[in-house]
Structures are given as C-alpha cells and as structure tokens.
C-alpha cells in the first residue's frame, strides 16, 4: 500500500536514475525524514512503511542489501544499508 509522503527533491529522480542518484541536501534532508518514519520506497518507488511490508519483503530487501536478491540495492541508498538493515531487523524482532 502507497502513502502519502511529501517528498519533492526525491521525486525528481527518475525511476531509470533511481539506483544510481547521488543525492543533493534537499533530498538528503527527505530521507531523513522517510528514516524517521520507516518508510521503505521501493525501486519502483513505491512508499510502504515498514509496519505494513510483509515478512517476505523485508527479508528480500535484507537479501538484496547483502548482494543475494534478485537486485542489488547501493551501499548508500536512501541513508544506507547499516540503517535500513537496523530499521528491517527491529521489525522482525518486533514480529516475533
């Protein structure tokens, strides 16, 4: 399920550049923001808080962060891995 998140300076990446955007201070200052609130923004981007990704997701994200899913997600995105694997690792612990 999409949200709705305000994330203008984000938004201007295309999705072709989406993997591969260094990003500016505006839009570091967005995922900031979507850090805070958990919100996971898939290669698609597509916005799903953390709470509502099923298990399956989360651990395919968990795989593709550690180069064995089916895509390989950079080192940096969106505030960078140690953070995400924090974010998706509390949820499943949270889940147990």
């Known amino acids: 399920m999409e949200i709705e998140i305000k994330i203008p300076k984000l938004d201007e990446i295309s999705i072709k ?6 990003y500016n201070l505006e839009q ?3 995922i900031d923001s979507i850090l805070d609130r958990k919100v996971w923004i898939t290669a698609q981007k597509v916005k799903i808080p953390v ?3 099923s298990i399956k997701h ?3 994200c968990i795989r593709c962060w550690n ?4 895509l390989h997600i ?3 995105y969106l505030g960078g891995k140690t953070k995400w694997l924090k974010i998706f690792e509390d949820e499943l612990t949270k889940r147990q």
Do not use: A, H, S, V
């Open 17 to 22: 550049d989406w993997f591969t955007t260094k």
């Open 51 to 53: 709470r509502e990704m």
């Open 28 to 30: 570091q200052e967005e």
């Open 58 to 60: 989360i651990n395919n």
């Open 67 to 70: 180069g064995k899913g089916r």
């Open 74 to 76: 950079p080192i940096g």
